[in-house]
């Protein structure tokens, strides 16, 4: 179960982020089924799955929720076996059902995102509050992000403020940049551009790529901050280099206009390609106006820089 990150934004207009689910763990801590389920956790620590399975599996039958979740979660990930949903939902199930924070929360998942089981989202808000109330920070985020969006519940941007903040209290970056930007927005509390700064600044400070493109964009324009072109390069290019194509189409701009950096033609058409080769239509816009102020040269210069970026990436992410 991927937590996800959708964004809508466009340059110089004001973004709105989403819903971003954590990729659950499956190794939990201790259980009072002793020594069975610590060699499950070994075996699984050291990628021995199948015996973790053959350990666990007669615990999940003696309903021991944490045998449960383990087993939905490998399941889930078909790790020691393989992948099904059905079973990694019953599973899930039975540990949710006597209070698992984690199971609960994925049931969430899997009601909201409707793949294993039909869409269901006022299951999904019902599993969402169970695990949010249980101090899950993830579902305390989810939850919020419920209420924002009026999916399952009548919209309350009060409600989600709420628990965007109990979230984020506890330090879980998304919760942060969504606080920061109900702040920004001014839904659910009074607009306060340096609140906004403050929580976008914590969540970018935990690498979250989001909320570095939005701080940056906050320097740029110097909403709630002194303007500093400088400091929003920074801010776009941490998250250009993790992937995010709005951080890659900002930094783009940046060296269209020479703000903050010398204007540079070819990075700018390299940043809009990348960001383009992501689904960033309008990216791709940017780079094809650029070109008719570029040499050939030039454009073949950003190609060639454009290819062996991905190809540095790809050998980063193997």
């Given at each position: 179960?991927?937590?996800?990150?959708?964004i809508?934004?466009?340059y110089?207009k004001?973004?709105?982020?989403?819903?971003l689910?954590?990729d659950?763990?499956?190794?939990c801590?201790?259980?009072?089924?002793g020594n069975?389920?610590?060699?499950?956790?070994?075996?699984?620590?050291?990628g021995d799955y199948?015996?973790?399975?053959?350990?666990?599996?007669?615990?999940?039958?003696k309903?021991n929720?944490e045998s449960?979740?383990?087993?939905?979660?490998?399941?889930?990930q078909?790790?020691g076996?393989?992948?099904?949903?059905?079973r990694?939902?019953?599973?899930?199930?039975?540990?949710?059902?006597?209070?698992?924070?984690k199971?609960?929360?994925?049931?969430?998942?899997?009601?909201?995102?409707?793949?294993?089981?039909?869409?269901?989202?006022e299951?999904?808000?019902?599993?969402?509050?169970l695990?949010?109330?249980?101090?899950l920070?993830?579902?305390?985020?989810?939850?919020?992000l419920?209420?924002?969006?009026?999916?399952?519940?009548?919209q309350s941007?009060k409600?989600?403020?709420?628990?965007?903040?109990?979230?984020?209290?506890?330090?879980?970056?998304?919760?942060?940049?969504?606080?920061?930007l109900?702040?920004?927005?001014?839904?659910?509390?009074?607009q306060?551009?340096?609140?906004?700064?403050?929580w976008?600044?914590?969540?970018?400070?935990?690498?979250?790529?989001?909320a570095?493109?939005?701080?940056g964009?906050?320097?740029?324009?110097?909403k709630?901050v002194?303007?500093?072109?400088?400091?929003?390069v920074?801010?776009?290019?941490?998250?250009?280099?993790?992937g995010n194509?709005?951080?890659?189409?900002?930094?783009?701009?940046m060296?269209?206009?020479?703000?903050?950096?010398?204007?540079?033609?070819?990075?700018?058409?390299?940043?809009?390609?990348?960001s383009?080769?992501?689904?960033?239509?309008?990216?791709?816009?940017?780079m094809?106006?650029l070109?008719?102020e570029m040499?050939?040269?030039?454009?073949e210069?950003a190609?060639?820089?454009?290819?062996?970026?991905k190809?540095?990436?790809?050998?980063?992410?193997?």
């Open positions: 179960m991927l937590y996800q990150q959708f809508q934004i466009n110089m004001k973004p709105l982020l989403f819903l689910v954590l659950f763990l499956f190794l801590g201790d259980s009072v089924y069975d389920f610590s060699d499950g956790l070994d075996a699984a620590n050291r199948n015996t973790a399975y053959k350990l666990w599996l007669p615990l999940a039958e309903n929720a449960q979740f383990n087993l939905g979660a490998m399941y889930d078909g790790k076996v393989h992948p099904n949903g059905m990694a939902f019953k599973w899930y199930k039975l540990s949710a059902e006597q209070g698992h924070p199971a609960q929360f994925n049931l969430g998942e899997m009601y909201r995102e409707g793949i294993i089981v039909t869409r269901d989202f299951k999904a808000l019902a599993w969402y509050r695990s949010a109330k249980n101090g920070a993830e579902a305390q985020c989810n939850l919020g419920m209420y924002a969006e009026g999916q399952g519940v009548k941007y409600e989600a403020i709420k628990w965007y903040r109990l979230s984020a209290e506890q330090g879980y970056a998304l919760a942060e940049s969504n606080l920061g109900m702040y920004e927005e001014g839904q659910g509390v009074q306060n551009f340096e609140e906004a700064i403050e976008y600044g914590l969540a970018a400070k935990q690498g979250l790529s989001g570095q493109s939005k701080l964009l906050m320097y740029q324009t110097g709630g002194i303007q500093n072109y400088k400091e929003a920074r801010l776009y290019r941490e998250s250009a280099e993790q194509v709005i951080g890659q189409e900002y930094l783009g701009v060296y269209v206009l020479g703000q903050g950096v010398s204007k540079d033609y070819v990075l700018a058409h390299m940043w809009f390609s990348i383009g080769s992501n689904g960033n239509q309008k990216a791709l816009k940017n094809r106006l070109e008719e040499s050939p040269s030039q454009v210069k190609q060639k820089m454009t290819r062996k970026w190809s540095n990436r790809l050998k980063q992410a193997k």
